[in-house]
C-alpha cells in the first residue's frame, strides 16, 4: 500500500440475487485513520455492501480492494487475516461464555482453522492468550468484567465486548453493522466515545447506521445509499443539506429546497 492510498476501495461493484439486482456499480473509498458511514434509507443495499466487503456475499461483478490488494475472490477467513474484522447487528457472543473467554475467541480468528480457533481455550494455550486478552479488556476499560458471564450483563455493555472481540484480531479496519441498535441515549453516547477511543488508536472504521445523531458525531466521511446506487460521497457535515440525500430518504416533494429547513434525515 503506497502513501495516500485508500485502506479499503470498492470499484464497480454490483450484487445481483437471480434477477434482482441490490447493489449496482458502486465505487467508493474509505481513507486509512477515517471513521466512514455507509447509510441510506431501509433496503438501500449497506448490509449488503458489508457482506460483500467481509467476504459473506460475492460480487456479481467488480473488485474490493484492502491496503492495495485486491480481495474479491478472498474467503472471509483471509479477509480477518489481511486485517479486516467486523462486528453484527444483533450481537453474535457465546453467550454462555465468560467475556475473556469470549476475547480468546476473537483473538484466534486471524488463525484460520477450528484447531486454531479452539487453541485460546486449551489448556496449552489458556494463559498466554487469557492475558493478552484481559489487558486488551482493560486497555478498552472493561477490566472489571473478564470472569462475567456475558448472558448476564447489560445489553450496552455486551454492545462493547462483541467490538473488543472484533478488536482482538487486530485489524486495521473494522467494519460496525449498526453498533447503536437497540442502545438507550446513554448507551449511544458511551459507545460513541468508546468507538473514537478505538479509532484515536489508529483503526480506521467503516459504520452502517441509521442513528443520524450519532453518524454525526462519530464520522467524518459520509457514503449514502438509494436503491443499490451510490448517491452522495463526502463529508458528513453535509450530508443532510445534499438534495439527492433528501430524495432518497423522503421523496422528490421533499428535496427542493434542500435548504428551506425543518427538514432532517434520520
Ligand atoms: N440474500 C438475498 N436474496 C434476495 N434479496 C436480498 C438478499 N439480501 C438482501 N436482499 C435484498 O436486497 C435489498 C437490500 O437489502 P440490505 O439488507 O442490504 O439493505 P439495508 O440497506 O441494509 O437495509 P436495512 O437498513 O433495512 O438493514 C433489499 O431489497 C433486500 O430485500
Not at 487486530?170 to 468507538?195: C, H, I, K, M, V
Request: glycine share 10%.
Amino acid at each position: 500500500m503506497s502513501a495516500g492510498e485508500p485502506l479499503l476501495s470498492l470499484n464497480g461493484v454490483t450484487k445481483s440475487f437471480g434477477g434482482l439486482t441490490v447493489v449496482e456499480d458502486v465505487s467508493f473509498d474509505v481513507a486509512e485513520g477515517s471513521r466512514t458511514a455507509l447509510i441510506g434509507p431501509n433496503g438501500a443495499g449497506k448490509t449488503t455492501v458489508f457482506n460483500l466487503v467481509s467476504g459473506v456475499y460475492r460480487q456479481t461483478a467488480g473488485t474490493i480492494t484492502l491496503a492495495g490488494r485486491e480481495i474479491s475472490d478472498e474467503p472471509s477467513r483471509r479477509r480477518i487475516r489481511l486485517g479486516m474484522a467486523r462486528s453484527f447487528q444483533n450481537i453474535r457472543l457465546m453467550p454462555h461464555l465468560s467475556v475473556v473467554e469470549n476475547i480468546m475467541l476473537g483473538q484466534q480468528a486471524k488463525a484460520g482453522t477450528l484447531a486454531g480457533m479452539a487453541a485460546p481455550l486449551s489448556l496449552f494455550g489458556r494463559s498466554k492468550w487469557r492475558r493478552e486478552a484481559e489487558a486488551l479488556l482493560a486497555r478498552m476499560g472493561l477490566g472489571t468484567f473478564p470472569g462475567e458471564v456475558v448472558a448476564t450483563l447489560p445489553y450496552g455493555i455486551r454492545k462493547k465486548i462483541e467490538v473488543v472481540r472484533a478488536l482482538a484480531s487486530e485489524p486495521r479496519l473494522l467494519l460496525l453493522d449498526e453498533p447503536a441498535a437497540g442502545l438507550n441515549p446513554t448507551e449511544t453516547a458511551s459507545l460513541r466515545d468508546f468507538l473514537l477511543q478505538i479509532s484515536e488508536s489508529g483503526i480506521t472504521l467503516l459504520v452502517v447506521e441509521h442513528d443520524m445523531g450519532l453518524v454525526r458525531s462519530l464520522c467524518d466521511h459520509a457514503v449514502v445509499l438509494n436503491f443499490g446506487r451510490k448517491v452522495y460521497d463526502g463529508a458528513t457535515a453535509h450530508v443532510q443539506e445534499d438534495p439527492q440525500v433528501l430524495e432518497a430518504y423522503l421523496g422528490p416533494r421533499h428535496a427542493a429546497p434542500a435548504n428551506a429547513g425543518g427538514t432532517h434525515v434520520a
